[in-house]
């Protein structure tokens, strides 16, 4: 008999056009076998918490297992109240250690983090970073990279680097994407034809900083917004630009950093959270401290004139790893 999985997270890929982490484990675990029944698609955060709860509650009787993708801000309350509520009806719930910041959440909310981690069937990190935070705070947990369909990935390996970037990550602060905007006013200086595509929804208004930037700098021509795109689209977009940025403040192991390494871009990133953990600085990618314009300009401007194919190359089969070939192994231990 197929085993049974509640998956509760942001089911909103329709309305987003965005396939998330959820999205996409749930759709491999299909092609396992396993029955998939998922929580919550309502876009009102409050009408979807009541439908996680409503999920647990109906499907008590026939679910095997409880994933639950687990965040550092709001959405952090929505993992404690659907995992206690799993509790209650002795599930097997399992946390999916999603959310960057997860370390200060345990540090500013130590009860609900104990209770929420330590009465779990398993812990599992997408990071070794997570999975090292964790395990300071003498919580166990388990090592499960995100999964790429890396058939899906193609890779193109670019002759010359050029100073065409692109960033893909929601409008937010906490991903800095007025640091985007910040280098590429510095390397106009240097490269005056420099374009930045910045591919992504706004979260909390960001957007409207940045274009107010753009519009002080005079950078309109240097520029262009395409909003979400589904991952075919800003994939096949990829293929037009040749050095992908991550600005991010706080991170875990972000899908988009490793799906740029699986299709060829090389990557600058900030050297924050899980990137360090995801990046070997100079071998297939370059790290950079947070919020420094100067530097990420700096380290952009040599990988062009170095015209440093290696990284890319490197960071592909770095990616390769990531495929679900070798991912598959370790969810079906954990949910035999």
């Avoid at 015209?307 to 079906?332: D, M, Q, S, Y």
């Amino acid at each position: 008999m197929n085993k049974t999985i509640l998956y509760i997270g942001n089911d909103l890929a329709k309305n987003s056009k965005y396939n998330s982490a959820m999205e996409t484990l749930s759709s491999l675990l299909i092609t396992e076998g396993y029955v998939i029944i998922k929580s919550s698609s309502k876009r009102n955060q409050i009408l979807r918490l009541i439908n996680m709860c409503f999920s647990i509650v109906k499907n008590s009787n026939k679910v095997d297992y409880v994933l639950i993708d687990t965040f550092s801000t709001s959405a952090f309350y929505y993992a404690f109240l659907t995992s206690q509520l799993a509790r209650l009806f002795n599930l097997k719930y399992i946390p999916i250690l999603h959310g960057g910041n997860l370390p200060y959440r345990i540090k500013e909310s130590p009860r609900l983090s104990k209770l929420l981690f330590n009465n779990s069937y398993k812990n599992i990190a997408p990071s070794n970073y997570l999975k090292s935070e964790f395990e300071k705070r003498n919580y166990k947990v388990e090592y499960i990279p995100n999964s790429l369909e890396i058939e899906l990935y193609n890779f193109k390996l670019r002759k010359q680097i050029t100073p065409k970037l692109l960033w893909v990550r929601a409008f937010a602060e906490i991903y800095n994407p007025k640091l985007a905007i910040e280098v590429l006013k510095i390397l106009k200086l240097t490269f005056p034809e420099v374009k930045l595509c910045m591919v992504g929804p706004d979260k909390d208004g960001s957007i409207n900083q940045v274009k107010g930037l753009v519009a002080s700098y005079n950078l309109e021509e240097n520029i262009e917004f395409t909003g979400v795109l589904p991952k075919e689209e800003w994939h096949k977009k990829a293929t037009e630009f040749d050095v992908f940025i991550n600005t991010t403040n706080v991170d875990n192991t972000p899908v988009s950093v490793m799906e740029a390494m699986a299709l060829g871009l090389p990557v600058i990133s900030t050297n924050v959270g899980g990137l360090p953990y995801l990046i070997n600085s100079t071998i297939d990618g370059i790290l950079v401290e947070k919020n420094n314009p100067e530097q990420m300009a700096n380290a952009i401007i040599s990988l062009i004139k170095d015209n440093n194919l290696e990284l890319a190359i490197n960071a592909r089969k770095k990616a390769e790893g990531f495929a679900w070939t070798e991912v598959r192994k370790e969810w079906i231990k954990i949910l035999s």
